[in-house]
T-cell receptor, first 110, second 115 residues
Framework: DQQVKQNSPSLSVQEGRISILNCDYTNSMFDYFLWYKKYPAEGPTFLISISSIKDKNEDGRFTVFLNKSAKHLSLHIVPSQPGDSAVYFCAAVGNNDMRFGAGTRLTVKP | DARVTQTPRHKVTEMGQEVTMRCQPILGHNTVFWYRQTMMQGLELLAYFRNRAPLDDSGMPKDRFSAEMPDATLATLKIQPSEPRDSAVYFC?????????????FGPGTRLTVL
């Protein structure tokens, strides 16, 4: 039962361009969302989060957008850098439950 | 530079054997989480503790998995008996949280292979 889905297992973009990673969820009880970045052989690290009372949160090159009616969130990275190459997980929290998506592998080419 | 540590980093074992994974949370954190990462399911929450007491282990197969926190500096995840389908990377995370929200700090993971 995948309540959080990241439908693109991989994404490749050119350095300097925008990377857009998408995430969909099914449970309307989720009210807090996070993005984690994971490098090989390391644990995930927190990147950015958003509460359901907002529709946008920005932190430097990273912006998360939330569309509650569509149960969709996205992470925008602009400009993308080679060091952003990693696996990105979205996570949804609500009702004392937390679920992660399967991840999207981002490759930023120089 | 405080970090969550996990041991062992890699474990290869045969089906039916007992496996114990250990986690040392960041000092002062009151919540510890165990996750499993597989290709198909991504990251799954198995269990979490607050102030050493188990809060939720509904994501964990109870018949073979057990999670404990014998003290504030050690969390363990045990599988007995192990099965090939348990092969995955197991992450521990700790945080200073009031629920399943906010920032969690992940350990490097234990890669388990059950033959």
């Amino acid at each position: 039962d995948q309540q959080v889905k990241q439908n693109s297992p991989s994404l490749s973009v050119q350095e300097g361009r925008i990377s857009i990673l998408n995430c969909d969820y099914t449970n309307s009880m989720f009210d807090y969302f996070l993005w984690y970045k994971k490098y090989p052989a390391e644990g995930p690290t927190f990147l950015i989060s958003i509460s359901s009372i907002k529709d946008k949160n920005e932190d430097g090159r990273f912006t998360v957008f939330l569309n509650k009616s569509a149960k969709h969130l996205s992470l925008h990275i602009v400009p993308s850098q080679p060091g952003d190459s990693a696996v990105y997980f979205c996570a949804a929290v609500g009702n004392n439950d937390m679920r992660f998506g399967a991840g999207t592998r981002l490759t930023v080419k120089p | 530079d405080a970090r969550v540590t996990q041991t062992p980093r890699h474990k290869v074992t045969e089906m039916g054997q007992e496996v114990t994974m250990r986690c040392q949370p960041i000092l002062g954190h009151n919540t510890v989480f165990w996750y499993r990462q597989t290709m198909m399911q991504g990251l799954e929450l198995l269990a979490y503790f607050r102030n050493r007491a188990p809060l939720d282990d509904s994501g964990m197969p109870k018949d073979r998995f057990s999670a404990e926190m014998p003290d504030a500096t050690l969390a363990t995840l045990k599988i007995q008996p192990s099965e090939p389908r348990d092969s995955a990377v197991y992450f521990c995370a700790s945080g200073l949280v009031q629920g399943v929200t906010d920032t969690q700090y992940f350990g490097p993971g234990t890669r388990l292979t059950v033959l």
